[in-house]
């Protein structure tokens, strides 16, 4: 088919053309540095958004420490309510126990043969050891295996140690009983196991008791004096808010 077409309209066509061949390639120079400059943005906040994540990371971590040592203090907090918890039942048992000494004991406190004290760490008993044994024995005599069970009696409500200590004054045993007892030592020591075994005898788990020898290395007066070294013949009885140690067998 012929073309209808006039020149002019020939001549705007071709026109028309090398303007759209044109403008792409003016087009394509323009996109390429609106490119780099959108690549370097997108690196910049590619950079700005790795060290944000690395400061939320860290903060992470600082919140995961600072709840972890939370969470400890908080273990740490109610560890120390169980212990006072624990201190005070015991304090309150102790006291309870030491009343009920007090009362049951009266004539025997009036009379100075005994001595009661509630100490910061439990109870201490004294007895003088001329009410409990004759002079250079350990044989317990009728008034003092009384005395004693007493004592034991109160101790019975209680799950503490209970430890018996044996004192004595610096004179050297005489040559009828040093076959026996070599030293004061040996009679101290065999004074306070005799009142040990009587206190298991009555009931006291052998677990709790204990029995310890000072001899004369602990005197409460000096033993220039027949009173002085009076006052250092004793039995010290201790109970102590402390768990009896367990072994196996026991």
């Known amino acids: 088919m012929k073309s209808t077409a006039t020149r002019p309209q020939m001549l705007n066509r071709y026109a028309l053309l090398i303007l759209c061949l044109a403008l792409p390639a003016a087009g394509c120079g323009v996109s390429k540095a609106k490119y780099m400059g959108m690549t370097q943005d997108r690196d910049a906040l590619a950079l700005k958004n790795s060290g944000l994540q690395a400061s939320l990371d860290s903060v992470n971590t600082v919140n995961a420490t600072l709840a972890s040592h939370a969470k400890e203090t908080e273990a740490t907090a109610e560890q120390l309510a169980n212990q006072l918890k624990e201190q005070q039942a015991q304090t309150a048992e102790v006291h309870a126990t030491y009343e009920s000494m007090m009362g049951r004991l009266q004539g025997e406190l009036k009379s100075g043969q005994v001595e009661v004290q509630q100490l ?15 002079s250079g024995s350990a044989d317990l005599d009728k008034t003092g295996r009384e005395l004693l069970l007493k004592v034991a009696d109160e101790f019975k409500a209680s799950k503490y140690q209970v430890v018996v200590t044996g004192h004595t004054d610096d004179q050297k045993i005489g040559p009828a009983l040093a076959s026996r007892y070599p030293t004061n030592w040996e009679l101290g020591g065999a004074r306070a196991a005799r009142i040990v075994r009587l206190f298991e005898e009555s009931g006291l788990e052998k677990g709790r008791l204990a029995a310890v020898s000072f001899a004369d ?34």
């Open 217 to 250: 290395s602990r005197p409460r007066e000096a033993n220039t004096t027949p009173d002085g070294r009076a006052k250092n013949r004793r039995i010290e009885i201790r109970l102590r808010p402390t768990e009896p140690v367990t072994t196996a067998g026991n």
């Open 120 to 134: 910061r760490d439990g109870i201490s008993v004294n007895l003088a050891q001329d009410i409990l044994f004759k």
